[in-house]
Protein backbone atom coordinates (compact mmCIF):
# COMPACT_ATOMS: atom_id res chain seq x y z
CA UNK A 1 0.00 0.00 0.00
CA UNK A 2 1.31 3.69 -0.80
CA UNK A 3 2.84 5.65 2.08
CA UNK A 4 -0.33 8.51 2.51
CA UNK A 5 1.56 10.87 4.28
CA UNK A 6 1.90 14.14 2.99
CA UNK A 7 5.40 15.61 3.00
CA UNK A 8 4.95 18.71 4.76
CA UNK A 9 3.44 16.93 7.81
CA UNK A 10 7.10 15.20 7.67
CA UNK A 11 9.00 18.17 7.30
CA UNK A 12 6.83 19.74 10.71
CA UNK A 13 8.02 16.74 12.36
CA UNK A 14 11.23 16.83 11.43
CA UNK A 15 11.02 20.96 12.50
CA UNK A 16 10.47 19.16 15.72
CA UNK A 17 13.03 17.00 16.01
CA UNK A 18 11.67 14.37 15.67
CA UNK A 19 13.68 11.21 13.93
CA UNK A 20 11.69 9.48 11.59
CA UNK A 21 12.39 5.59 11.64
CA UNK A 22 11.21 3.79 8.43
CA UNK A 23 7.41 4.36 7.30
CA UNK A 24 5.47 4.79 10.68
CA UNK A 25 7.78 4.90 13.37
CA UNK A 26 9.77 7.52 15.64
CA UNK A 27 12.09 8.66 17.86
CA UNK A 28 11.90 12.15 19.73
CA UNK A 29 14.78 13.24 22.52
CA UNK A 30 12.76 13.25 26.02
CA UNK A 31 13.59 17.03 27.49
CA UNK A 32 14.76 14.52 30.54
CA UNK A 33 16.87 12.96 28.67
CA UNK A 34 18.57 16.17 28.20
CA UNK A 35 18.14 17.60 31.77
CA UNK A 36 20.13 14.67 32.91
CA UNK A 37 22.53 14.52 30.61
CA UNK A 38 23.40 18.22 31.05
CA UNK A 39 21.65 19.30 34.38
CA UNK A 40 21.87 16.43 36.43
CA UNK A 41 17.97 15.97 36.94
CA UNK A 42 15.62 13.68 35.95
CA UNK A 43 11.87 12.88 35.19
CA UNK A 44 9.21 11.83 37.25
CA UNK A 45 9.29 8.35 36.20
CA UNK A 46 13.51 8.17 37.35
CA UNK A 47 11.91 9.54 40.85
CA UNK A 48 9.10 7.17 40.98
CA UNK A 49 10.01 3.91 39.08
CA UNK A 50 13.53 4.03 39.19
CA UNK A 51 13.69 4.46 34.85
CA UNK A 52 16.99 6.28 33.87
CA UNK A 53 16.08 9.67 31.98
CA UNK A 54 19.83 8.88 30.81
CA UNK A 55 19.14 5.55 29.72
CA UNK A 56 15.77 5.97 28.18
CA UNK A 57 14.10 6.15 24.69
CA UNK A 58 11.23 7.44 24.15
CA UNK A 59 9.88 6.14 20.56
CA UNK A 60 6.73 4.98 19.08
CA UNK A 61 5.55 2.25 16.36
CA UNK A 62 2.66 4.46 15.33
CA UNK A 63 3.49 8.33 14.22
CA UNK A 64 1.07 8.91 12.27
CA UNK A 65 -1.93 6.89 13.64
CA UNK A 66 -4.09 7.20 16.26
CA UNK A 67 -7.54 6.42 17.15
CA UNK A 68 -8.45 9.46 18.95
CA UNK A 69 -7.45 13.24 18.86
CA UNK A 70 -7.23 14.43 22.22
CA UNK A 71 -7.39 17.97 22.48
CA UNK A 72 -4.36 17.91 24.86
CA UNK A 73 -2.05 15.98 22.79
CA UNK A 74 1.49 17.10 21.57
CA UNK A 75 1.28 15.21 18.49
CA UNK A 76 0.65 16.45 14.81
CA UNK A 77 -2.96 15.46 13.44
CA UNK A 78 -5.04 15.64 11.01
CA UNK A 79 -6.17 19.17 10.28
CA UNK A 80 -3.43 21.10 12.08
CA UNK A 81 -0.91 23.63 9.71
CA UNK A 82 -3.68 22.72 7.37
CA UNK A 83 -2.08 19.25 6.62
CA UNK A 84 -4.80 16.65 6.82
CA UNK A 85 -4.50 12.85 6.33
CA UNK A 86 -6.13 10.04 7.05
CA UNK A 87 -5.27 9.03 10.86
CA UNK A 88 -6.94 5.77 10.30
CA UNK A 89 -5.77 4.16 7.02
CA UNK A 90 -2.91 2.05 8.01
CA UNK A 91 0.15 1.24 5.97
CA UNK A 92 2.15 -1.99 5.99
CA UNK A 93 3.49 -2.22 8.26
CA UNK A 94 7.33 -2.48 9.41
CA UNK A 95 9.12 -5.41 10.69
CA UNK A 96 9.65 -5.72 14.67
CA UNK A 97 13.49 -5.70 13.93
CA UNK A 98 13.40 -2.44 12.02
CA UNK A 99 12.25 -0.85 14.17
CA UNK A 100 13.87 -1.88 17.11
CA UNK A 101 17.51 -1.17 15.10
CA UNK A 102 15.83 2.10 13.35
CA UNK A 103 14.66 3.36 17.25
CA UNK A 104 18.43 2.81 18.62
CA UNK A 105 19.86 4.02 15.47
CA UNK A 106 18.46 7.48 16.19
CA UNK A 107 19.08 7.44 19.62
CA UNK A 108 22.34 6.97 18.55
CA UNK A 109 21.79 10.17 16.67
CA UNK A 110 20.27 12.22 19.31
CA UNK A 111 23.36 11.48 21.24
CA UNK A 112 25.83 12.37 19.29
CA UNK A 113 25.11 15.82 19.69
CA UNK A 114 25.99 15.71 22.93
CA UNK A 115 30.07 15.11 22.35
CA UNK A 116 30.39 18.86 21.77
CA UNK A 117 28.93 19.66 24.38
CA UNK A 118 31.37 20.76 27.52
CA UNK A 119 28.38 20.57 30.43
CA UNK A 120 27.55 17.21 29.39
CA UNK A 121 28.24 14.40 32.30
CA UNK A 122 30.56 12.30 30.28
CA UNK A 123 29.57 9.22 32.83
CA UNK A 124 25.81 9.30 32.44
CA UNK A 125 26.38 10.20 28.68
CA UNK A 126 28.89 6.66 28.37
CA UNK A 127 25.23 4.81 30.14
CA UNK A 128 23.29 6.22 27.97
CA UNK A 129 24.72 5.01 24.83
CA UNK A 130 23.57 1.67 26.53
CA UNK A 131 19.88 2.50 26.73
CA UNK A 132 18.19 0.23 28.68
CA UNK A 133 14.65 1.28 28.90
CA UNK A 134 11.78 2.01 26.31
CA UNK A 135 9.02 4.43 26.95
CA UNK A 136 6.63 3.17 24.03
CA UNK A 137 4.58 6.67 24.12
CA UNK A 138 5.74 9.26 22.04
CA UNK A 139 2.86 10.21 20.18
CA UNK A 140 0.09 7.81 18.40
CA UNK A 141 -1.68 4.92 19.98
CA UNK A 142 0.55 2.14 19.71
CA UNK A 143 -1.76 -1.29 19.75
CA UNK A 144 -2.55 0.21 15.95
CA UNK A 145 0.63 -1.39 14.80
CA UNK A 146 -0.12 -5.07 14.68
CA UNK A 147 2.87 -7.04 16.14
CA UNK A 148 2.93 -5.03 19.47
CA UNK A 149 3.68 -7.84 21.40
CA UNK A 150 6.40 -8.96 19.47
CA UNK A 151 8.21 -5.54 19.50
CA UNK A 152 7.82 -5.28 23.02
CA UNK A 153 9.59 -9.03 22.96
CA UNK A 154 11.95 -7.84 20.63
CA UNK A 155 13.21 -4.85 23.28
CA UNK A 156 12.70 -7.43 26.58
CA UNK A 157 15.16 -9.80 24.73
CA UNK A 158 17.97 -6.90 24.42
CA UNK A 159 17.52 -6.48 28.36
CA UNK A 160 15.27 -3.62 28.41
CA UNK A 161 12.65 -2.75 30.31
CA UNK A 162 9.33 -1.37 28.54
CA UNK A 163 6.75 0.89 29.49
CA UNK A 164 3.53 1.43 26.90
CA UNK A 165 0.73 3.83 26.81
CA UNK A 166 -2.29 3.09 24.98
CA UNK A 167 -5.31 5.27 24.45
CA UNK A 168 -7.24 1.59 25.86
CA UNK A 169 -9.78 1.70 22.75
CA UNK A 170 -7.96 -1.48 21.16
CA UNK A 171 -8.89 -4.00 24.01
CA UNK A 172 -9.27 -6.78 21.69
CA UNK A 173 -5.49 -6.31 20.74
CA UNK A 174 -4.27 -5.49 24.63
CA UNK A 175 -5.79 -9.21 24.97
CA UNK A 176 -3.62 -10.85 22.48
CA UNK A 177 -0.34 -8.95 23.18
CA UNK A 178 1.30 -12.19 23.82
CA UNK A 179 3.77 -10.30 25.80
CA UNK A 180 3.44 -8.30 28.80
CA UNK A 181 5.41 -4.87 28.68
CA UNK A 182 7.09 -4.24 32.15
CA UNK A 183 4.48 -1.65 33.05
CA UNK A 184 1.21 -0.85 31.35
CA UNK A 185 -0.51 2.45 30.73
CA UNK A 186 -4.36 3.20 29.99
CA UNK A 187 -5.14 7.33 29.60
CA UNK A 188 -8.32 7.64 31.16
CA UNK A 189 -9.35 11.68 30.48
CA UNK A 190 -12.65 12.07 31.05
CA UNK A 191 -14.88 10.78 34.28
CA UNK A 192 -17.55 9.71 31.72
CA UNK A 193 -18.99 9.50 28.05
CA UNK A 194 -19.44 12.56 27.63
CA UNK A 195 -16.39 14.57 28.85
CA UNK A 196 -14.71 11.58 26.65
CA UNK A 197 -16.22 12.32 23.28
CA UNK A 198 -15.44 16.19 24.04
CA UNK A 199 -11.66 15.84 25.00
CA UNK A 200 -10.80 12.70 23.57
CA UNK A 201 -12.54 12.80 19.88
CA UNK A 202 -12.69 9.44 19.45
CA UNK A 203 -12.15 8.21 15.41
CA UNK A 204 -13.77 5.24 16.06
CA UNK A 205 -17.14 3.54 16.70
CA UNK A 206 -18.53 2.78 20.61
CA UNK A 207 -14.68 4.05 21.79
CA UNK A 208 -16.27 5.07 25.50
CA UNK A 209 -17.65 1.27 25.48
CA UNK A 210 -13.79 -0.57 24.46
CA UNK A 211 -12.28 1.67 26.69
CA UNK A 212 -14.59 0.61 29.81
CA UNK A 213 -13.57 -2.90 28.10
CA UNK A 214 -9.94 -2.31 28.61
CA UNK A 215 -10.78 -1.02 32.33
CA UNK A 216 -12.72 -4.03 32.93
CA UNK A 217 -9.80 -6.67 31.76
CA UNK A 218 -6.70 -4.58 33.49
CA UNK A 219 -6.86 -6.67 36.48
CA UNK A 220 -5.75 -9.83 34.59
CA UNK A 221 -2.54 -8.14 33.92
CA UNK A 222 0.54 -9.36 35.42
CA UNK A 223 2.64 -6.31 35.44
CA UNK A 224 2.22 -2.99 37.30
CA UNK A 225 -0.95 -1.22 35.54
CA UNK A 226 -1.58 2.68 35.66
CA UNK A 227 -4.54 4.72 35.08
CA UNK A 228 -2.52 7.99 33.46
CA UNK A 229 -4.97 11.18 33.51
CA UNK A 230 -3.80 14.55 32.09
CA UNK A 231 -5.69 17.20 33.55
CA UNK A 232 -6.92 20.17 31.43
CA UNK A 233 -8.18 22.97 33.82
CA UNK A 234 -12.15 23.81 32.82
CA UNK A 235 -11.97 20.41 30.59
CA UNK A 236 -11.60 17.32 32.61
CA UNK A 237 -11.26 18.13 36.21
CA UNK A 238 -14.55 17.93 37.35
CA UNK A 239 -16.62 14.51 38.56
CA UNK A 240 -13.88 13.24 40.77
CA UNK A 241 -16.60 10.60 41.43
CA UNK A 242 -17.06 9.73 37.73
CA UNK A 243 -12.81 8.89 37.40
CA UNK A 244 -13.27 7.07 40.92
CA UNK A 245 -15.89 4.40 39.40
CA UNK A 246 -13.55 3.60 36.54
CA UNK A 247 -10.40 3.21 38.51
CA UNK A 248 -12.55 1.28 41.16
CA UNK A 249 -12.96 -0.90 38.49
CA UNK A 250 -10.01 -1.51 37.02
CA UNK A 251 -7.76 -1.61 39.87
CA UNK A 252 -4.93 -0.19 38.73
CA UNK A 253 -1.47 -0.48 40.72
CA UNK A 254 -1.19 3.14 40.44
CA UNK A 255 -2.90 6.28 39.48
CA UNK A 256 -0.61 9.06 37.52
CA UNK A 257 -2.91 12.29 37.93
CA UNK A 258 -0.96 14.83 35.29
CA UNK A 259 -1.20 18.22 34.37
CA UNK A 260 -1.61 19.33 30.63
CA UNK A 261 1.22 20.42 29.47
CA UNK A 262 0.86 23.71 26.72
CA UNK A 263 3.88 21.84 24.20
CA UNK A 264 3.98 20.47 20.70
CA UNK A 265 1.25 20.74 18.56
CA UNK A 266 -1.00 20.79 21.38
CA UNK A 267 -0.16 24.82 21.44
CA UNK A 268 -2.07 25.03 18.56
CA UNK A 269 -5.52 24.09 19.94
CA UNK A 270 -5.61 25.04 23.65
CA UNK A 271 -3.85 28.11 25.44
CA UNK A 272 -1.43 28.29 28.27
CA UNK A 273 -4.07 28.99 30.91
CA UNK A 274 -4.99 25.75 30.75
CA UNK A 275 -2.34 24.10 32.49
CA UNK A 276 -3.07 23.67 35.73
CA UNK A 277 -0.89 24.18 39.01
CA UNK A 278 1.02 21.47 40.74
CA UNK A 279 -1.86 22.24 43.77
CA UNK A 280 -5.23 21.48 41.60
CA UNK A 281 -3.29 18.57 40.61
CA UNK A 282 -2.70 17.67 44.33
CA UNK A 283 -6.36 18.47 44.67
CA UNK A 284 -7.65 16.32 42.44
CA UNK A 285 -5.67 13.92 43.04
CA UNK A 286 -6.31 13.76 46.71
CA UNK A 287 -9.84 13.56 46.45
CA UNK A 288 -9.55 10.92 43.61
CA UNK A 289 -7.80 8.60 46.49
CA UNK A 290 -10.09 9.74 49.37
CA UNK A 291 -13.12 7.86 46.97
CA UNK A 292 -11.20 5.40 46.20
CA UNK A 293 -8.91 4.08 49.19
CA UNK A 294 -5.83 4.81 47.28
CA UNK A 295 -3.56 7.39 49.14
CA UNK A 296 -0.74 9.82 47.36
CA UNK A 297 2.33 7.78 47.25
CA UNK A 298 4.91 10.97 45.53
CA UNK A 299 4.75 13.66 43.87
CA UNK A 300 6.72 15.78 41.15
CA UNK A 301 6.23 19.66 41.30
CA UNK A 302 8.30 19.96 37.86
CA UNK A 303 6.31 17.83 35.76
CA UNK A 304 2.75 18.46 37.90
CA UNK A 305 1.95 14.87 38.20
CA UNK A 306 1.01 13.23 41.49
CA UNK A 307 1.50 9.41 41.80
CA UNK A 308 -1.60 6.97 43.75
CA UNK A 309 -1.87 3.32 44.74
CA UNK A 310 -2.98 1.33 47.48
CA UNK A 311 0.64 -0.56 48.02
CA UNK A 312 2.95 1.22 50.43
CA UNK A 313 6.10 1.99 47.37
CA UNK A 314 5.95 1.51 44.02
CA UNK A 315 7.81 -0.97 42.22
CA UNK A 316 11.08 0.22 41.10
CA UNK A 317 13.02 -1.27 37.75
CA UNK A 318 16.18 0.16 38.08
CA UNK A 319 18.97 1.57 40.73
CA UNK A 320 18.00 5.54 40.20
S1 LIG B 1 10.44 7.75 31.06
FE1 LIG B 1 9.27 9.24 29.84
S2 LIG B 1 9.67 11.24 30.78
FE2 LIG B 1 11.24 9.81 31.53
S3 LIG B 1 12.98 10.08 30.14
FE3 LIG B 1 11.72 8.38 29.33
S4 LIG B 1 10.34 9.35 27.85
FE4 LIG B 1 11.17 10.97 29.15
S1 LIG C 1 -4.55 8.95 22.44
FE1 LIG C 1 -2.51 9.73 22.89
S2 LIG C 1 -1.53 10.00 20.89
FE2 LIG C 1 -3.73 9.73 20.50
S3 LIG C 1 -4.50 11.81 20.40
FE3 LIG C 1 -4.74 11.13 22.55
S4 LIG C 1 -2.88 11.80 23.61
FE4 LIG C 1 -2.50 11.90 21.40
Redesign the pocket.
Known amino acids: MENPIPPQLVQALLKQKYHVVGRHSGVKR?K??NEALVHDRH?Y??KFYG?K?HQ?V?MTPSLFYCTQQCVFCWRAQNGDLQIGWDEMQLPDWDSVESIVQGSLHAQERILSGYKGNSKTDWRKLREAHAPR?V?I?LTGEPTLYEPLGDLIRAFHKRGFTT?LVTNGTRPSKLAELGEEPTQLYVSVCAPNEEVYRRVCRPQVSDAWTKLNQTLDFLPSFKCPTVIRTTLVKGLNMDNVDGYARLVEKAAPTYVEAKAYMHVGFSNLRLGYERMPEHREVLAFASSLAEKTGYKVLDECTDSRVVLLSKRESAVRFGSG
Open positions: CWLCKQISCQHASF
